[in-house]
């Protein structure tokens, strides 16, 4: 596996053993002998599915205990995948990032303490995320996906958008 850091609080991106021939093919998705994910814990493997492109989903965290490191991969598709810092104490707080992944063979590990979310960019796109905690609905927090505070360059300035994140609120430094 290749390794690509991203981000100065540690999100990275990296490139899974991937083989094809005239069968089909074969991805490893996950593992855990690789030295950048030997410590990672998987509690939930999350499979979402996307009809319509620019829909947008986030940007979601979970604060405390209940914070979740998440590897997020497009199975079908591509897809923009944003990451936001947002623990406080840290030098890059409220810094943002983004990152687009259009092929099953790369996917972005993204550390707790950061907000995340995620741009279709295509029809029918299919993304696979693992998660080391369990989602708590009464820690959960959120960001708003455009607001100016955070300067996300967004591919799509109109998205699909569920209601809920449509509602977060803007951020004060």
Known sequence: ?????????????????????ERGVFLKVFNTDNSFLSDYTV????????????????????????????VFRVINGAAQVAFVDVRPDSPTY????????????????????????????????????????????STEGGLLWNDPALNINWLEKNPILSDKDKAWALVTK
């Open 1 to 21: 596996m290749k390794k690509l850091d991203l981000f100065p609080g540690g999100a990275f991106l990296f490139e899974s053993h991937y083989f094809e021939d």
């Open 43 to 70: 509690k939930q493997i999350n499979y979402v599915t996307s009809a319509e492109k620019h829909t947008l989903r986030g940007l979601h965290f979970q604060h405390g205990d209940n914070a979740e490191s998440k």
């Open 94 to 137: 409220l810094q943002a990032s983004t990152v687009v992944l259009d092929n099953p063979k790369r996917a972005v590990a993204i550390p707790r303490g950061f907000a995340t979310g995620y741009l279709t960019l295509t029809n029918n796109t299919v993304m696979l995320y693992l998660a080391d905690n369990d989602y708590n609905v």
